[in-house]
């Protein structure tokens, strides 16, 4: 409450109302020493003991893999701690390589926040691949509940890390081509993964540079695929949709493609960005999706 010491401040500096927090981290990339594992223990007891309904979020080290990393889902383990925080940043070709990463998890430990992850760049090439791996991330909703990216702003001239979401400098605000693929998975999100609706192309199994996702939102009813192609070559998708009932298949297609190098930059803000159009799908369709692309269909719902 504002008459709290603390909520006093906070009313103080403007939000007289609570902010109602659900989830607290605790930790940050650390090293998982005795000395910390005895620490957390503490304040994860105090926490859950004041706070019985936060969600405590632990911490697995800097890598997605290593000694903090094993440590740390230990430590989750033991203490049964509802999510930990996973940080990666990776080559490209690590993201297109570790699509089924989350497929193998044990489902009855803690969940994943994907607190900070990138590919190491802000190509076309780096945003496909991350596309390609977030259909993984939708395909594991059950494991990895919550996911963001990389450092938000970072303003020209004066930045500390790379890579940034979107940069900035006095007059101008760039959105990388990082951040088109962000946009388009967080407006196009679902409720439900469903799967057996996308057919890769023959031999995806070891091509990793192909990815597909089949969402609905169960709100709406829509139905929005996500088809990915990190190649040099277009490939085809082949979509079933027969099993979906309700579907308005006068669709909307949004194509984000170009060269593999491409930027959006201060001179060139706008080099890739998202183009939208009708389409109309069918309940059985081939799609062709074009080399370095992210390809959004959302169908409507009928109501």
Known sequence: PATSTWGAKRAAAGHPAPFNLEYVGIGNEDKI??????????IYAAVHAKYPKMQVIGTVGPSPKGEDYDKGWALASQLNVPLVDEHYYEKPKWFLTNNRRYDTYDRRKPKVYLGEYASWGNTLFNAVAEAAYMTSLERNGDVVQLASYAPLLAKEGHTQW?????????????????????????QNQGTEYVAGVVTPPAGAVADTTVAASCVRDAKTGDVILKLVNASTTAQPFQVDLSGLKGLNLAATRTIFTGDKDAKNTFVS????IPKTAAYKAKSRFSYEAQPYSLTVIRMRGKR
Not at 269 to 272: A, G, R
């Open 33 to 42: 020493t005795p000395e910390f594992e005895e620490r957390f223990k503490m």
């Open 269 to 272: 803000p706008n080099t890739v």
């Open 162 to 186: 790379n890579p940034d979401l979107i940069y900035f400098n006095n007059s101008t605000v760039v959105p990388t081509v990082n951040y088109y693929v962000q946009q388009l998975f967080g």
